[in-house]
């Protein structure tokens, strides 16, 4: 089963979210369904970029390292480079 590293976008509060799932639709739903005290806030949330990876640890670890950036420089960076969100509208 594939895990998902992925960013949801909010335009009512221009804030981008970043987790992992191994259900990206899901999940998707969940948040906006108002699930997570920061998500919460944000709805509608759109799916703007998501990575694959094998396991749930590389996804993991993925997510840290975007995280750890504490950049929406790098993020709009990894967005505009592509993470097929399209395939999932």
């Given at each position: 089963?594939?895990?998902f590293?992925?960013?949801i976008y909010?335009?009512?509060?221009?804030?981008?979210?970043?987790?992992h799932t191994d259900n990206l639709d899901w999940r998707l739903?969940?948040?906006?369904?108002?699930?997570?005290k920061f998500t919460k806030r944000g709805i509608p949330w759109k799916?703007?970029?998501f990575e694959e990876f094998e396991?749930?640890?590389?996804?993991?670890?993925?997510?840290?390292q975007i995280k750890r950036k504490k950049s929406?420089?790098?993020?709009?960076?990894?967005i505009h480079a592509g993470?097929?969100?399209d395939s999932q509208n």
């Open positions: 089963m594939p895990w590293v992925y960013i909010s335009p009512s509060i221009d804030k981008y979210y970043v987790g739903e969940r948040h906006n369904a108002g699930w997570g799916l703007v970029y396991t749930k640890s590389e996804a993991i670890k993925r997510e840290n929406r420089k790098y993020i709009e960076k990894l993470g097929r969100p």
